[in-house]
């Protein structure tokens, strides 16, 4: 489960003595290793009850973040964990409140479920976008090591919008973008000129969609539901009944059985070509 971003994550250890007993250490500390590489260093830390110490950190930086426990003197030993926070703009494909209720979960429920199926909802959406593309609206800055060419193809598509187009080396061609035509369903660039472009280049630009299509948005659906039946075998009664649209007859290469027959089908008017994906 990741947490998200600005949200305070409850950090913890115990120290039991040589007889297994929760017992005090001589002195206690702690280190929060950040996605950047900085540290934050909390020593020393107070039990909060014999042999049981807690921390509340309040996150700052998306990504994932290690958790250094150290004991030293008297009942010395160390404890590793870590967590990971979510950037500030979800890429989820679908709502917490749209996926509960193609579960069958009152949106009134606020157990645990929540937290599980937000992490299915990221899977998801990594999922569909192996088919189609970037769904939610992200920068992508991506290096081109080429000669000269007519046209240049950007990896992700669809794309937005053309941000920079930038030379790698010293001394080398800054395109404007007035000045360049792209095509945004295959990601070719082209200069409106005719003329040719001059590498290596380093291009920037937006993916993603503006509209999602209603039939990638239930294809979504439905593999969120195959998963959260995976994970949540038949506890979940009459919301798990799904019949030929949840049948997976074959595995997919890199995704195994996780996509289901009927998924397929509907994002087959959106796929990518062979070997983009």
Do not use: C
Request: aromatic share 6%; net charge neutral.
């Amino acid at each position: 489960m990741a947490f998200d971003l600005g949200a305070v994550v409850p950090l913890g250890t115990t120290v039991k003595d040589s007889a297994g007993v929760l017992a005090n250490a001589g002195s206690m500390a702690l280190t929060i290793t950040l996605p950047d590489a900085t540290t934050v260093a909390v020593s020393p830390v107070t039990p909060t009850s014999t042999g049981v110490y807690a921390y509340d950190y309040a996150t700052v930086q998306a990504g994932r973040h290690t958790v250094r426990w150290v004991a030293t003197g008297i009942n010395a030993g160390a404890y590793t964990d870590s967590f990971d926070v979510s950037p500030a703009a979800t890429s989820a494909l679908l709502s917490l409140a749209d996926a509960k209720k193609h579960l069958n979960i009152p949106a009134s429920s606020t157990s645990d479920d929540d937290d599980e199926i937000r992490g299915w909802l990221e899977a998801t959406t990594r999922v569909v976008e192996h088919f189609v593309g970037p769904i939610a609206r992200r920068t992508v800055v991506e290096t081109h090591r080429v000669g000269w060419v007519r046209a240049l193809v950007l990896r992700q598509t669809p794309v937005i919008a053309l941000t920079a187009v930038a030379p790698v080396l010293t001394g080398g061609t800054t395109y404007a973008v007035a000045d360049l035509d792209l095509d945004g369903e295959t990601g070719v660039i082209v200069r409106k000129d005719g003329g040719a472009l001059r590498g290596p280049l380093r291009v920037t630009y937006t993916a993603g969609r503006l509209v999602v299509a209603a039939n990638i948005s239930h294809a979504a659906r439905i593999i969120l539901q195959h998963l959260w039946r995976t994970q949540r075998g038949s506890a979940r009664g009459p919301a798990l009944a799904g019949g030929d649209d949840y049948a997976v007859t074959e595995p997919i290469p890199g995704l195994g059985y996780a996509v289901p027959n009927r998924a397929l089908e509907l994002l087959q008017p959106d796929r990518l070509p062979p070997g983009v994906a």
